[in-house]
């Protein structure tokens, strides 16, 4: 169907935020999308910090983007915004390195006051990338996210089924403009 690129934008190895995407992620692959996940903490701080384009993980980052379909970010929200780590990513892409692209922007954060983060810190820069269609984001809250001792995720029911709803509504958008994407090239 589409290749969707699933980002975390955090900087914590035990994050939930990473756990909770490859969790959806199980979910898109199971409705039949290639799906590639990017730790942007797996890719060199002196590379991020020093606004090193050509280095060959950045290059390799940012081709990624450019041959994916649809992208998936998720971030923590700290001080009522997305996490520096993620935004060092973003500002080392192209301008317009979401051009055509579907996203869903994820957050996930310990209280409800960091809920409009999505709307007014990670979406317009989104927006501002080109990205073609931002569907519905949602914001998570950490108590609703609960990992065992093997480090297996458990979300909370209501949570689940909201996540649910949204990364659905996510892959029918992508299939759809890939699908139409498709036609028109033929």
């Known amino acids: 169907m589409a290749t969707v690129l699933s980002v975390s934008g955090s900087p914590s190895a035990t994050s939930r935020t990473a756990r909770l995407l490859r969790h959806l992620d199980a979910r898109l692959i199971a409705q039949g999308h290639d799906v590639i996940p990017l730790d942007v903490r797996t890719l060199p701080a002196e590379a991020l910090l020093g606004a090193d384009f050509r280095h060959p993980a950045i290059a390799a980052a940012?081709?990624?983007?450019?041959?994916a379909?649809?992208?998936?970010?998720?971030t923590p929200v700290y001080k009522a915004a997305y996490s520096g780590l993620l935004k060092a990513l973003l500002d080392l892409l192209p301008q317009f390195g979401l051009v055509g692209k579907t996203v869903l922007p994820l957050?996930?954060?310990?209280?409800?006051?960091?809920?409009?983060a999505i709307d007014y810190a990670l979406r317009p820069v989104?927006?501002?990338?080109?990205?073609?269609?931002?569907?519905?984001?949602?914001?998570?809250?950490?108590?609703?996210?609960?990992?065992?001792?093997?480090?297996?995720?458990?979300?909370?029911?209501?949570a689940a089924e909201a996540l649910a709803g949204v990364v659905d509504q996510f892959s029918e958008a992508v299939g759809s403009r890939t699908a139409l994407t498709a036609r028109q090239a033929a």
């Open 107 to 116: 957050a996930t954060g310990g209280s409800t006051a960091h809920v409009l």
């Open 69 to 74: 379909d649809g992208v998936v970010i998720g």
């Open 126 to 158: 989104l927006s501002s990338m080109g990205a073609a269609h931002i569907v519905q984001g949602w914001f998570t809250l950490d108590r609703d996210l609960l990992v065992g001792a093997d480090g297996t995720l458990t979300i909370a029911p209501a």
């Open 62 to 67: 940012s081709e990624l983007f450019a041959r």
